[in-house]
């Protein structure tokens, strides 16, 4: 057995009997941010393009109903709440009561951009307003439990972020007002000044540890292919290399950032190669299909176009790769979320 297959299984065993002797949670709060792959219901709240409160979205989650999620069943921050020893998942803001509250809340929208004009496109909630909302939560929770316990939560817990992928695949790649005037790397540095901003702001609200994803393998994702890859059915690298690209960026922008601020924790989550791995040799990780997602055809399905009546969409989403046309399955989700357990170390300590 590999030395980080290992670790990982040591690890794993560590927080599961951790949480077996503590009925608390390892971090006294988890907030989430980000867009589809971290929303859990707070777009069925107003009027937008994008939503997932419908069949068969949910139909593998543990009440077998639609939550608002972008994936047959569990989300990977879903899973980050188990390992952490939550006893629940930080629930929508939008649909939270003060109770729920105390443990941290999810702020993620679905078609949330770095950029706010890609958020605007979908009528999303745009990560300032992200932030306000955050705002507003640690507000309330100080008024249900005192400014000095609020602040230990605020504090002593994780905030994870995921963004980025909406504003390539959903703005810049189709918008020749955008991709004829920037660059790849003219356009991410655009992006990771919002999120230089969107760090600086949770830090001066008393945030002092904070996970942010990469992006994925852009040019694997079965819609991108479909949409992007002109008939080829392989990943295409021109947007994967702006992946790495803009991966690159964000670890130098999260340096920047720590070196700034000394008593800032930063993690930055490398989904990418674990993604890609999977993506590329599904079988060594009991995958059979990761060219198409299991709603629909699976080239190109989201949202509304992935719906009960789809044609063509598997009884059993185990063996896919990705759920719909962008978004990993629960199997997916759960494989990540293990993997990524190691990177995320220093932000329990």
Known sequence: M?????????????????????SNPLVPALCIFGDSSMDVGNNNHFMTLLKANFLPYGRDFITHKPTGRFCNGKLAVDYAAEYLGFKTYP?????????????GANFASAGTGFYDK?????QAITL????????????????????????AMISG???ILSAGSSDFLQNYYINPLLNTIYTPSQFSDILLTSYN????????????????????????????????????????????DDAMMFNKSLNETSQKLVARYRDLKIVVFDIYQPLLDIITKPSDHGFSESRRGCCGTG???????????????????????????????EATNQMLTRKLLMQGLSLIS
């Open 2 to 22: 590999e030395y980080s297959t290992c670790r990982l299984l040591i690890l794993s065993c560590i927080a599961v009997s951790i949480n077996m002797i503590h």
């Open 91 to 103: 629930l929508p803001y939008l649909s939270a009561t003060n109770e729920t509250l105390l443990t």
């Open 118 to 122: 890609t958020t605007l496109l979908f």
């Open 128 to 151: 300032p307003r992200q932030v306000s909302y955050y705002e507003d939560w640690r507000n309330r929770v100080a008024r249900k439990v005192g400014k000095e316990r609020a602040y």
């Open 157 to 159: 817990g994780i905030h």
């Open 197 to 240: 901003t969107f760090v600086q702001k949770l830090y001066q609200l008393g945030v002092r540890k904070i996970g942010v994803t990469t992006l994925p393998p852009m040019g694997c994702l079965p819609g991108a292919i479909t949409l992007f890859g002109f008939g080829t059915n392989k990943c295409m690298s021109r947007l994967n």
């Open 299 to 329: 080239i190109v399905e989201i949202s509304f176009l992935c719906n009960a009546i789809s044609i063509g969409t598997c009884s059993n989403a185990t063996s896919y790769v990705f759920w719909d046309g962008f978004h990993p399955s």
